[in-house]
């Protein structure tokens, strides 16, 4: 079907009496029909990206905008007496956490547009991540069933199920396959498990608990399950089409490890060679390290996964055999290079198997994802092995694609940068830097889009927090996944002292402004779950306070995900990325807000160095210790305790001095302690950053009196993000990794 059969099938859609939900499959199948065949392998090289999680996000308006119809929906619609944008009430398919998952959706949707055969491959979870709501202030969890509205983006290929075998069971492996819209439509192929009840338990649900062993043991499961059935799939392709001439199979398929989460389709790929093919184990093992490349994205070490050989004999006893013999491999190969190193990078010891290990022996590349992540992983976490193979290691700085994230979130900038430069960037990015002659001449116009932007994020925000902001506010957000590391604390306690300064009058003249927070917690994550019923009880507090209202307000959006994100990066000023430095990997919410002229008041983390290196230090606000300081201060011993007094003290002290109430829980006092005892006390140094943090946020406020100098260092970053859009990443993966 073309385009104008579409649009004649459209015309002849009766919307009457049908509810959203019955529309929304309407018009998605009709879309589905116009796209055209998913377009399967072909007889060239693939490259196959292997992901636990795929943020998917709202699909409809996405594909729309990706086939080249969404306008035109839009008005035919109108025409009918229905406004397109009540298909916001389809939730997000959020087959992920945060970055990582949402990476690889942008990695597909870069791949289609670039026309390169990259597919992805993972689980099609009947429940995502799970919806949030704030009970009392609190988190609390409730399953997302995002297959209520339907899932008419998928097609169900029920010929080309497959068996994957466990020693206690057998499971089905239903493939899905949704098209990924661009120059070719490739796939994304999710797996569900079928079966026994409990075989369906595999693809349940994302990050199953795993702190009991049966946790353990089925997170296993799920990582065997959808990297088994992938692998099958690619040999028997290969087989079907090239016959037994493994050697060759390198040659057409590239298997890309997003993380160690797929890290045991190395261990499938030689057990199905030397069993069903009686390959032999060394050139088994030669395909495998011809085949596989591994991307690390932390350097938590809680992160690197490790698994007890115990747990994974129960249920893959060939699996675990295939592993121990890959690791007396590797440490035979390493023989030379000492005892310390053979332990750091060993892949089985003390009855533990470290997939990382297993990742970066059997890899012909790893990657880390910015340029400071990659420098730590070769200097500390992989130090050993890339001592050893020093060609190994890469850096692919993150990105973000610019369809969704400038194009369809941001219609009105977009059509400002079309007006200015005109409209090649779109499928070009590398032309949007055009933009940075003309920062000044436009500013005027971009802050009416910023203004126009802010409206629609706090109108939304009104909807659904029921909080009233002003548009004149200036904007700071800080939404990412909740974790110690990325430090909300350190921006509550800051806010705090902004507020304490304004009640006491030492903060003048300042601008009014919101701090808009937006993230999840790990279920099990009690310290990060007390962090947002902290911010919740400062929101409160702050938001009824008459006096300063007009100045300063907080708000926590609820259930924050994809779509929250689209609308929450298009209508900030001030991005905050302001992890401990060392330990934010990359980061691509950064990327998103820069892209949509936001400044970045960050630390000199991840992909903030590579941002002010590109946009200019001076068009952001940098602040905090360095890699560098923090390993200084470490070293001679850092005492939290030193920096505890004056604003940083009041502020600190409202956990434990009655202001806010925990309900009896003890969760704020436990905050406390953990800032300022235990062994060691605040490892992330909150309190070492917060005063220049509070310094910074002044500073911003300050510079944004002077509204067109400040909207020029937005556009400065705006344009200057074309790097960060990852068409550039895919095409540097397909050139230095892929070979594609
Ligand atoms: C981009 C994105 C993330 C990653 O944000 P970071 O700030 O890089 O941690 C997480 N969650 C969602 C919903 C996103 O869109």
Redesign the pocket.
Known sequence: MDKKEFLNELNGIDVRGKNVIALYNEISSLAMKCAGEITPTEGTRNAYYLSMEF?I?RGFFNNLMEIGVLDEVRKVLAGKGVDINIFEEIE?A?L????L???AVCFLDSAAGLGLPLHGYGIRYKYGLFKQAFENGYQIELPDDWQKFGDPWSIRREGEKRTVKYADMTVTAVPYDYPVFGKRINRLRLFQAEGSEEARKISEYLYPADDTEEGKILRIRQEYFFSAATVAELIENFVKRYGKKFDKFPKYNVIQLNDTHPVMAIAELIRILTTEYSIAFPAALSIARETFAYTNHTVLPEALETWKEEYVRKILPEIADIMIKVSLCAEKELSAYGEERISETAIYKGGQFYMANLAVYVAKKVNGVAKLHTEILKSKTFKAANSIYPDKFQNKTNG?THRRWLELCNVELSGLIDRTIGESWRSDISRLSKLKDFTREIAEEFIQIKTVKKRQLLKYIAQKENIEIQENFLVYSQ???LHEY?RQLMTAFAVLELYFGLKDGSIKDFQPSVFIF?AKSAPSYKRAKAIIKFINEIAAYINSDAETNGLLKVVFVCN???S???KI?AGSDVSL?VSTAGL?A???????FMMNGAVTCGTMD?ANIEIVELAGRENNYIFGATVEEIADIKQKGYKPAEYLEGNNKRAVETLIDGTFSDGGTGIFKELYDCLTAYGEPDCYFVLLDLKNYVQTLLEINYDYKDKKSFAIKQLENAANSAYFSSDRTIKEYAKDIWDL
């Open positions: 943020l996000g997000d959020a992920g956490n945060g970055g998952g949402r990476l973000i939404i990412k996944r990325k937006g924050y995900n994809v929250y994100a689209e990066v990325q934010e990359s980061g691509t919410g950064n990327m998103k991840g």
